[in-house]
């Protein structure tokens, strides 16, 4: 059975419409389900404007039913996964709150580090969210996780990586890695901090040799009023 969304005897009007190619200007037809067109004045080919993404962009059926993903929508699939591993983490975590603020703050540094290193951010509030994950039955746990919420293979096997290698840093790491990598560094430190507070000159060299990036010894300075 077709989707009724995507079935043309249940269209109504405004259906197919026009819309100006953003590059230049040109003017060209589409059909509400077409994910994307290409401009036959300049080449251009750009995504749907009026398209109501909807289930396309979290249902992995989405390429099958629409045709292949165009990079607009593939994006903001991934940025809709990120948050719906979110919420599983909270469903897995059930009632530990001391996990849960732990795994949100260090997605909360994670994307602040990301951005400045010019990581995907995907892959990094993924593996964020999911880092200590593995602790209740291995990286096989979280591969269930995103296999479940039908994340791309790619991403899955790359966040499984970075979490099976969390604690072996090396010095080839990809912007991702460091990312989460320091974020969880901060969150350690925030908690040791609270435990033992030290203003001193351990935290200042613990500070200086702790972090894979710059910004995220920055931020861990801001973050601990250092």
């Known amino acids: 059975m077709k989707c009724?969304?995507?079935?043309?005897?249940?269209w109504k009007p405004g259906a197919i419409f026009e819309?100006?190619?953003?590059?230049?200007?040109?003017?060209?037809?589409?059909?509400?389900?077409d994910t994307n067109r290409l401009c036959k004045k300049c080449g251009h080919r750009f995504v749907n404007p009026q398209m109501d993404f909807g289930c396309a962009a979290y249902c992995k059926y989405a390429e099958q039913c629409l045709g292949t993903l165009s990079p607009e929508l593939l994006a903001q699939k991934e940025n809709l996964l990120k948050d719906r591993v979110a919420v599983e983490m909270k469903r897995q975590f059930k009632k530990d709150f001391q996990k849960i603020g732990a795994a949100m703050r260090r997605a909360r540094y994670a994307e602040q580090i990301g951005k400045e290193e010019g990581a995907n951010l995907a892959v990094t509030l993924?593996?964020?969210?999911?880092?200590?994950?593995?602790?209740?039955?291995?990286?096989?746990?979280?591969?269930?996780?995103?296999?479940?919420?039908?994340?791309?293979?790619?991403?899955?096997?790359e966040v499984c990586r970075m979490i099976a290698r969390k604690d072996q840093p090396g010095?080839?790491?990809?912007?991702?890695?460091?990312?989460?990598?320091?974020?969880?560094?901060?969150?350690?430190?925030?908690e040791k901090q609270k435990e033992a507070p030290d203003t001193g000159q351990n935290l200042e060299a613990l500070l200086d040799?702790?972090?894979?990036?710059?910004?995220?010894r920055d931020l861990a300075k801001k973050v601990l009023s250092v």
């Open 126 to 157: 993924t593996a964020a969210y999911l880092y200590e994950m593995e602790k209740n039955g291995g990286t096989e746990t979280v591969r269930n996780i995103l296999t479940r919420l039908g994340a791309r293979e790619s991403l899955i096997d």
């Open 19 to 33: 819309a100006k190619c953003p590059n230049c200007g040109h003017v060209v037809e589409f059909f509400k389900d």
């Open 209 to 216: 040799t702790s972090f894979l990036t710059t910004n995220g």
């Open 171 to 190: 010095d080839r790491q990809t912007p991702e890695f460091k990312a989460v990598h320091d974020a969880t560094r901060i969150v350690r430190m925030e």
């Open 4 to 10: 009724p969304g995507q079935d043309s005897r249940y």
